[in-house]
């Protein structure tokens, strides 16, 4: 199915490069916002990720591997590349994690008003770039670790050892405000 998928978008077929955007499109865009944490840049790697598909999905070969593991693949390594010229490489302390792109309140205020959500996502910012594509393709993106691993281009026991160092160092980051955390649950 995705090679036949594949074809007719190398062969030119708007609406089936209009069904390839419509089909990844969500999921390219939150996986390049959780790894930039840059709105701009999230939406430049989503728009560049769809050009290259557009251009080389004709060279796409399956050998096992998803045309959706192949297209996300494409956007992390956008990913990276950014990450890399933008001097991201290393990680951030807490209190220097970037603000939310939506405006919410700083770290502080959020911290201070149990916002869980944005709490996770400074801790995540913290971790570094590979442990972070790590956590993002797995739990937020809910990959399996084979696919996960195929994307990041790296084996299976990597990925797990890079998502156990993330969760330990989320586990970190995090236990001082577990009862914010955890609320009334």
Not at 1 to 13: K, L, N, P, T, W
Not at 17 to 39: G, S
Not at 98 to 123: F, K, L
Request: some cysteine; glycine content about 4%; hydrophobic content about 45%.
């Amino acid at each position: 199915m995705d090679q036949d998928f594949a074809r007719r978008i190398a062969s030119g077929e708007a609406a089936a490069m209009r069904e390839a955007v419509n089909e990844f499109l969500p999921q390219i865009h939150a996986t390049a916002l959780r790894m930039l944490r840059n709105e701009a840049d999230a939406d430049e790697v989503t728009q560049e990720t769809f050009l290259r598909v557009w251009k080389n999905v004709g060279t796409w070969v399956p050998k096992g591997a998803r045309l959706r593991t192949w297209v996300i693949r494409i956007a992390m390594n956008l990913c990276y590349d950014r990450l890399r010229k933008k001097g991201h490489g290393k990680s951030l302390p807490l209190e220097d994690a970037p603000e939310t792109i939506d405006g919410a309140p700083s770290a502080v205020e959020t911290i201070a008003v149990h916002d869980r959500s944005v709490q996770v996502d400074i801790a995540m910012s913290a971790l570094p770039d590979r442990q972070r594509a790590a956590i993002q393709l797995v739990h937020f993106d809910e990959m399996s670790n084979i696919d996960a691993a195929s994307i990041m281009d790296v084996s299976v026991e990597a990925l797990e050892s890079l998502l156990a160092r993330g969760r330990r160092s989320l586990k970190t980051a995090l236990l001082d405000q577990r009862e914010e955390l955890l609320g009334d649950v």
